[in-house]
């Protein structure tokens, strides 16, 4: 969570262990989600936050006092599913989700494997 006291967790479980119930929830099944479409990716700790790092950074996600996050990090992946992605949008780069509003998990699988071909394509340049 943004107000989180205490040192920075080293971990995705640490992580997790310090937000609130509901939100852990959701953001357990986004990261289920995310591990399937992604199983070779790394979990990582960055800014703060949950990653997913496969030849660089994949997606982040966080939890926040009202809701959670998925950043995309990538102005492409973004422009190829903003239709999809606009009743979440929340800001550049940032889509807002609650456990009783979650992200598709179809469209989150997407866009992991998206992004994963993205950083590939990149790492092969």
Do not use: W
């Not at 990538?74 to 599913?81: A, G, L, N």
């Not at 999809?84 to 989150?108: I, M, Q, S």
């Amino acid at each position: 969570m943004k107000s989180r006291m205490g040192p920075a967790p080293k971990t995705v479980d640490e992580y997790l262990a310090s937000v609130p119930p509901e939100s852990r929830i959701a953001l357990q099944r986004l990261r289920k989600i995310i591990k399937a479409a992604a199983p070779d990716a790394e979990e990582v700790i960055s800014y703060h936050m949950p990653a997913f790092r496969q030849n660089g950074i994949v997606v982040y996600i966080a939890a926040f006092r009202d809701h959670c996050s998925f950043f995309v990090g990538s102005p492409k992946v973004r422009r190829q599913f903003a239709a999809e992605l606009k009743p979440f949008a929340a800001g550049k780069g940032t889509f807002h989700f609650t456990p009783d509003r979650p992200l598709p998990a179809r469209l989150v699988t997407r866009i992991v494997k998206a992004r994963v071909a993205e950083n590939a394509a990149r790492k092969s340049k």
